[in-house]
């Protein structure tokens, strides 16, 4: 998993400097990593998202445009994440969680208070789109 990391990594170097959103966050690094049409169904693209959470990282509760699909993968440490008014749960290395058009993300932060976490969010969105969070209380 590391190796396809790197390769995205580099593969979208002139991406990297792109902060993916808007959304206030602590002791966390958002960045846009890639991003491509899809041309077998027009006017949607796919952009992935590297979340990077220090110790005791969060984001504010958001959420994402009307026409975003999102399946995220925990890369590194543990995530806890709420969406809508389920439960908080913690996704450790490996495991995966999704979000479906309208949803909101009410908790999403490191699990830990000494280690850092990393996930990548893989969108589908509406190719016009360029703000991909929005607070909830926006």
């Known amino acids: 998993m590391n ?3 790197s390769a995205l990594l580099f593969l979208s170097i002139p991406l ?3 902060a993916a959103d808007s959304a206030k966050t602590a002791n ?3 960045t846009l990593v890639y991003q491509h049409e899809l041309p077998s169904v027009p006017g949607k693209s796919i952009k992935g998202v590297l979340v990077e959470y220090g110790p005791g990282g969060h984001s504010e509760g958001h959420t994402h445009p009307a026409s ?3 399946y995220a993968t925990v890369l590194e440490g543990g995530i806890a994440s709420q969406v809508n ?3 908080v749960k913690t996704y450790r290395t ?3 969680f999704s979000e479906l058009p309208g949803d909101r993300h ?3 932060a490191n699990a830990s208070k000494t280690k850092p976490a990393k996930l990548l969010a893989v969108f589908v ?5 360029k703000e991909l969070t929005r607070l909830l209380n926006e």
């Open 106 to 108: 009410r908790v999403s």
């Open 28 to 30: 966390a690094r958002v």
């Open 16 to 18: 990297a400097a792109v």
């Open 94 to 96: 490996g495991e995966s």
């Open 85 to 87: 008014d389920g439960p």
């Open 125 to 129: 969105v509406d190719s016009n789109e």
């Open 3 to 5: 190796r396809v990391l």
């Open 68 to 70: 975003a699909f999102i």
